[in-house]
């Protein structure tokens, strides 16, 4: 009698019916909420970073929350310094602007053998120098005056540092006299940025100089990347423009770069040249050369130090 009643019934009112019904709509949740975990863990770079307990999730997300969060990624930079940075997007951005903040976001780029990066300005009043410097050590604060600070990478209580440094004169030779005078750096938004110790495989060689046979600025990369090479180093020409990139971006407001300086020959802030001897910033580095007397005859010479290199910064 049962059977025949179930067997009359509508196919909607049959238990196998809503058996089956039921097992769709829960496989239908359960998958919808794999989806979002995945998601979740995808929007988390890095959460799970012990690699006990299985290391990553899924990577792929991580240049969509990079996208998300406006943190460049490095060309080398692996995915777990990556997500790193991504989980610690707040501090960075709220050292944006800050001289700190541009020195660590410059650096974090060039990951994972970065080295260390300097930024130097003058004065508008006079041509003193103004120094900081980001390494695996801390960061270091120097001026012309001997009140400099160093902040320790362990975060331990600032030390002052008394080291007179360099003064930093760039350009002031090209500048006529009361305007504001031929010893002043006229222009007190500039910054320029040194990459010093060790430089990483991008730039750690002279590429070759002009007509000598080797340079290949324009060509394509020889390892095979579609990327095309600069001139007078090893560094593409993405490699360059994703460090003017992160630099324009964390400047302080008004402020320009003038140059990037890769110093194969380490600039020692605290070296006194002697006038017009061109081994550091004497007024005469706005152009590669200078036109002097030499006994009566008027030749181009050399104006800046030859065995670094000097890209174009945000100017």
Avoid: C
């Avoid at 610690?88 to 994972?112: E, K, Q, S, V």
């Avoid at 630099?247 to 770069?257: C, D, M, Q, T, W």
């Avoid at 017009?276 to 910033?281: K, R, V």
């Amino acid at each position: 009698m049962i059977e025949e009643f179930l067997r009359d019934l509508p196919g909607w009112m049959r238990p196998d019916h809503w058996q089956k019904l039921m097992r769709a709509i829960f496989g239908y949740i359960i998958q919808k909420v794999g989806y979002i975990r995945a998601a979740r863990l995808a929007a988390m770079p890095g959460q799970i970073d012990d690699a006990t307990l299985g290391g990553f999730p899924n990577t792929d997300a991580l240049s969509e929350v990079g996208r998300d969060r406006k943190i460049r990624r490095g060309k080398l930079e692996t995915d777990w310094d990556y997500a790193a940075r991504l989980r610690d997007w707040h501090a960075a951005w709220r050292l944006a602007g800050t001289y700190t903040g541009l020195l660590m976001g410059i650096r974090a780029m060039m990951t994972p053998s970065p080295p260390s990066v300097t930024i130097v300005r003058g004065n508008q009043t006079n041509v003193k120098g103004y120094w900081w410097t980001l390494d695996d050590t801390g960061v270091r604060y120097q001026n012309s005056d001997g009140n400099g600070v160093f902040w320790p990478a362990d975060g331990s209580d600032p030390e002052p540092d008394a080291t007179v440094v360099r003064e930093w004169d760039w350009d002031s030779n090209y500048w006529p006299s009361g305007f504001p005078g031929p010893t002043v750096n006229p222009d007190p938004s500039r910054l320029w940025v040194i990459f010093g110790g060790t430089l990483p495989p991008e730039i750690d060689q002279i590429e070759g100089n002009w007509g000598d046979g080797l340079s290949v600025y324009g060509e394509t990369d020889p390892t095979g990347a579609s990327d095309k090479m600069s001139i007078g180093t090893t560094a593409t020409r993405s490699y360059v423009e994703s460090i003017r990139s992160i630099a324009k971006e964390l400047s302080p407001g008004g402020v320009l770069i003038d140059h990037i300086i890769l110093a194969y020959e380490a600039i020692d802030n605290t070296e006194v040249a002697a006038p017009g001897s061109g081994t550091l910033p004497d007024g005469w580095w706005k152009w590669h050369g200078k036109i002097i007397d030499d006994g009566g005859t008027w030749r181009r010479v050399r104006a800046r130090t030859a065995a670094n290199r000097y890209w174009k910064g945000t100017v």
